[in-house]
Every structure is written in C-alpha cells, then in structure tokens.
C-alpha cells in the first residue's frame, strides 16, 4: 500500500472495495496498526478523534494502542472461527474482551455478556453465553464476534469482509445487524469487501482500492452512478446482476492484478486500461477532485472517455 | 447494449429434449463409528429433475445443501446410493468397468478450486492430454495437435505447454481444468462453483469462455453455484436445492420474476443488487437461523423450521411433492407463491 489517505466520519458507514492484493485489508491493519513484519507503516499519519484533540495512531505507545485497540476501534474478520480461542466459553471471552479494558467493573461486565449476545439476535442467550464456539454456527460465530468487538462501545468497527465466508441468507442476517447497530448505536463502520453489492447495501461512501492505492472514492450514489475511473466503471459491468434480464456478454477486463514488487510505471492500471493514453504509460495520475465529493485517480475519466469513443460504453 | 444476445430457451427447441435424466438419486454417507455408528449424512436425499439438451441448467443452493454431491453423484465420481441417472437414455447406475469408462468420456466435470484440482507436479501439456491418453484416443504428436488446440480454444497460450501449474494465476489455472475438460469433446459438463474462487475481475472472463465453448461445441451444463446473479446470467433453468431436495425448478426468468418456493424467495431477496438506489428500496426476507444438519433433518418440509409461511400441522408433518404448478414450473410446496 502506498500513499493512502482518507478520512472516516462519526457515524459514518464506508465501504473499501478492491480484489485480493489491492491492500484493502493492510490499510485496514493499519489503523490498529497491526501490519504484520516485515511490513511497517514507513510514513504518514492516522488521526483518531475530534478535531482539535486527535491522536496519532502511529505516535502511540504500546500502552496507548492497547487501550486504542477495542476501546476505541474494534474489528472483525472474515473467518470468525480463528479468531476466538476454541476452549474457552463465548460468554467468558465477550468477558474478558471487556476486562481487558477495564472500563466496567467486573461484575459490570458479567451483567453485560447476556445483553450483548442478544443485541446482535443470538437466540437463547443465557444458554448460548455457555457454549464453546464450535458448538455455534458460523454466522452465529460472526454474531458472538460483533458482540465482542461491541462489547467496549467502540466509536469505530472495522468489519474485514466480515460475510465472505457465510451463506447469502446469512450474509443479509449480518447485514442487516451492522446496518441496525450503526444507527441505533452511531457505530461508525469500515466495511471491507470484494463484493460491491454489498457495499451498495451498506456503504454510504465507497473507496475503490487498486494495487495498493485508492484510485477512486466518493459518496457510493454518485461512485455507482457515474465511476470516472476506468477500473471502478469496468468492475461495475463485469459482475452479472440479480436484476437484470439479458444474455448480454459480460464486459471483462483483460490481464490481472500487477505484481506490487514489481509494478508496472505510470497509472498502475493502465496495462489492463482500455481508455488508456500515452501518458498514463509514464506519469502516475494524482486522486484529483472530479466532482464536488468525488475523486479518480485517472488522467482521462470516464466521462471524457465516453465521450470520446461512445461506442465503448457497451462494448464488452 | 450488446448486439450479441444469446438465444432464448423457448424459441429453441432442441433444448426441449433432456440429455440427462435424474430419478430418485440418493446420497448419503456414513459417519464416525463407535457410538456414532449407524447415523448417515443424508446430502442429497430423492432428487429428480432433468438436464435438456444444449441448455445450461443451474442448480443453487447454501452450504451443505447437497449440491456439489449431487454434481458428482451425476459426473459418476461418487456412487448414488440409490435412484437412477440417465444419460441419453442409458441408466449410468447399472454401467460398470468399459462401457461406463466410455460413457465417462461424453460427461465432464469443472472443479471450484484450479488451485487442488490440478496436480502440481504435472505439466500443463500432460494434465489437458491425460485424459487422450487414458483412452487410447491420441500420443505423441497427434496428443500434442489437440492440447494445442484446446488450449488455444480456452485463451491460454500454447507455448506454456511445458509450464507447470503453480506458474500460472488462478483463472489460468481455471481455463486449465476448462481445457481438460473439453479435450474429449464431451456433451455434458458438470461445472461445480467453477468462479467463486476468482477475484471478480477474472469472473466475467471465465463465465464468457464457458458461453463461447457452449454456442460453439453445443454443450450441456448443469452449472452448480451460490451466487445466484452468475446462475441467472448463464441459465435456461435454475433448480433451487435446500438440504438434500430440489425445492423448485423453472425457467430462469419465472424463477426470477416469479419465486413460488418460500425459500426461492428468500433466497433471492438476500442478494444485495449493485445499485445503492435499489438496494435503498428493497427489504430482504431474513430467514431465521441457519440451515439445519443434514443428519437429522426437520420432518415433514424441510424448510419449515425457518419458513416464514409455515402452517402447522402440514407443514412439520406431511413432506410436499415437487410438483408442477403450471407451465412447467415445479415447486415443492404447501402454499407455494403466497410469501
């Protein structure tokens, strides 16, 4: 990942959108700081809090960034059997997440455990707090790890593509979950996913990653509606639509994913590019403003593109 | 937007005539001895349906459904425990040593992972011309013309014949297991999950591929998969499949427009759409709990226990058939169409 910047409101719900490699998740460990060696953050900034009183998650020191970690931002992962510890109790692990903080007296604690499970819809909680986390579901596994991470009414979830691994009728379960417990709770939310229709589900702003570099973000109306960079446009029209009749040709998008050790110069998606220009071959475009919220990382966008060559936009 | 439209099944009448006819197919496995001995998994538990010429049928389903089993249970990789497969009229159950190999060669399958479907310590060349080899079709030069030309057929590039897999990506290696599949020039292709484990920009270039080799060589599939946007995209006929049994099955559009099954419906309505003014609109159907074991299934319909819709006593006791309910729409269910 390389020069990544962006900004999260309180409350806010965003969407980081890319394929495996694009750096999506690092830029999310990143905010924990929890890159593993022999990656590091080498430079740059993560501010957390109000303006005016922000801390820099980078500056931290480890005792800082326990505290930060769970009390401030939680997160999730995909697979939500690795990361409880298989022998011990779920309710005694929701415990001790909030232990851990020391922000609630220890019988506190314990009273809260119950309530936690049943806020996100585990049913019979009193019972399931007993359970070993094998003896639950998976997406019921994913329900006992929001409870956890929400255990310590962190102001930000990081939710790591928190449903790639349960069924379509569980994964809108969990949707559904976040969606409630952001607007009951003003849980800011980072959702990280390969899959845009989940964003749209969710997300109110989308940020569309690639080798490593955010090449486009805005609200998720306007990145849906009108993509400008070639990248976010092509990945909208190669995925089939539930709602959509034709035996149309999918549009593809030719080659793969560059190889981060070895990138390719100028816009590192110009080797896949099918609007590219001599330019885009030797200097890399800035994320320059493209419309009043929205910003592309492309030296042509989409619109000019379009115009240009009409006859591209439904060619597959 | 395209000029290139694919044909409609109803105006096409060769896809009228079923290839692959399955009745009653039963599978279940036995698990753990001891103190378990004797409990069976039932994945696929009485199936019917047919597969008809040229079409692509596309059978859907949650985790642990049966349909991966079902798929091999058809492409002969697992015996079926009971029922009757047939494959142009020939019951491939009763077929055993030569006269099932030779069927073997008209019925293909397409595996989800190119990464443990492909041995790593064969050649590329080797693994798309085994199965020439296996049966006594071509070697030598003759072997290598037709991986050429395979592998040309699948948008790989026939100077890596020598490669070894690892040396290629993951859809690489998916148009890799494509091309040994097509190298016997079979009829019938089972694709099991064959893009759910590729990142999305490579999907859309595998799914085109399996739409050009089936306009060009007029294969059948029966395209197993989760992602019911894909199986709309590909499909004439979509069966749904909920715990060993095919809840419905109909034409792709009705079963889209027009879901009877409660779980269809539900189903459906969990997809989230690309579109955040759709999405914005639409209310899933959210089923309660997850799928149950397939060990001890609900009695009765199998989907009571999560269906919105149930009526009890019927619903817990009497198991309903799959039936017609008009225009060749079958549906497996008490009150079909009122959720």
């Known amino acids: 990942m390389d020069g990544v910047s962006f900004h999260v409101d309180r409350g806010e719900t965003v969407g980081i959108v890319g394929e495996s490699g694009s750096g999506k998740s690092v830029t999310a460990m990143s905010i924990l700081r929890l890159v593993a060696e022999p990656g590091r953050i080498a430079s740059g900034r993560i501010l957390f809090g109000d303006e005016g009183k922000q801390k820099d998650v980078v500056q931290m020191t480890d005792d800082e960034i326990r505290e930060f970690r769970g009390n401030d931002v939680a997160m999730i992962f995909q697979d939500p059997m690795t990361s409880m510890n298989p022998v011990l109790k779920v309710g005694f692990q929701i415990k001790e997440a909030m232990a851990a903080h020391e922000r609630f007296t220890p019988k506190q604690a314990r009273d809260r455990v119950v309530p936690m499970l049943k806020r996100v819809r585990i049913p019979a909680p009193e019972d399931r707090a007993k359970n070993y986390p094998h003896q639950f579901s998976g997406g019921m596994r994913q329900r006992a790890m929001i409870a956890m991470g929400l255990s310590n009414e962190p102001h930000l979830l990081i939710a790591d593509e928190p449903t790639t691994a349960l069924d379509v009728t569980v994964q809108a379960q969990i949707i559904e979950l976040l969606r409630d417990l952001n607007r009951d709770l003003g849980t800011a939310v980072i959702l990280i996913t390969h899959n845009l229709a989940v964003v749209a589900s969710l997300c109110t702003r989308v940020i569309v990653m690639y080798a490593g570099r955010i090449v486009e973000e805005g609200p998720t109306r306007q990145i849906f509606k009108s993509p400008q960079h070639p990248y976010t446009w092509s990945l909208l029209r190669s995925i089939p639509r539930l709602d959509e009749y034709q035996h149309e040709k999918l549009l593809t998008i030719s080659g793969l994913p560059p190889d981060l050790t070895n990138p390719p110069p100028g816009c590192k998606f110009h080797p896949r590019c099918r609007f590219r220009v001599d330019r885009c071959l030797e200097e890399e475009p800035p994320l320059g403003e493209v419309d009043p919220g929205q910003k592309a990382r492309c030296w042509v966008l989409m619109r000019n593109a379009l115009a240009a060559q009409p006859q591209q936009a439904g060619q597959p | ?339």
């Open chain 2, 1 to 339: 937007m395209t000029t290139e439209q694919r044909v409609v099944s109803d105006v096409d009448t060769s896809k009228q005539i079923a290839l692959v006819r399955i009745e009653e197919v039963v599978k279940h496995f036995p698990i753990g001895a001891g103190l378990l001995g004797g409990q069976v998994v039932k994945a696929v538990d009485g199936v019917s349906f047919e597969v008809r010429g040229g079409e692509t049928l596309g059978l859907v389903g949650e985790s642990g459904c049966g349909k991966s089993t079902l798929g091999r249970v058809i492409a002969q990789l697992h015996p079926a425990t009971s029922g009757h497969i047939y494959f142009k009229d020939i019951d491939l159950v009763t077929l055993k040593g030569e006269k099932l190999r030779r069927m073997r060669q008209q019925l293909q399958m397409i595996f989800q992972d190119p990464y443990a479907s492909l041995n790593p310590r064969m050649t590329v060349g080797d693994i798309i011309g085994e199965p020439l080899t296996n049966f006594h079709i071509a070697r030598g030069k003759a072997r290598e013309k037709r991986v050429n030309e395979v592998m040309r057929i699948c948008g790989l590039n026939p100077g890596f014949i020598s490669r070894y897999p690892h040396e290629f990506s993951g859809g690489q290696r998916q148009r890799i297991g494509i091309a040994r599949a097509l190298i016997l020039n079979p009829t019938f292709i089972v694709a099991d999950e064959p893009i759910s484990a590729l990142d999305v920009s490579i999907q859309a270039q595998i799914v085109n591929l399996l739409e050009d080799l089936q306009d060009e060589f007029k294969l059948t599939y029966l395209f197993i998969a989760h992602d019911l946007s894909v199986v709309r995209h590909l499909s004439d006929r979509v069966a749904v499949m909920y715990l060993g049994k095919i809840v419905e099955v109909a034409d792709s559009k009705q079963i889209y427009d027009n879901p009877l099954h409660p779980y269809t419906k539900a189903l459906l309505s969990s997809i989230p759409i690309p579109d955040p003014d759709l999405e914005a609109e639409r209310e899933p159907i959210l089923l309660k709990g997850e799928i149950p074991s397939p060990v001890n299934p609900p009695t009765g319909c199998r989907f009571h226990t999560r269906c919105p819709i149930a009526q009890f006593p019927i619903c817990s006791e009497q198991e309903p058939p799959l039936e017609d309910k008009g225009s060749g729409h079958q549906a497996a269910c008490h009150f079909p169409g009122q959720l």
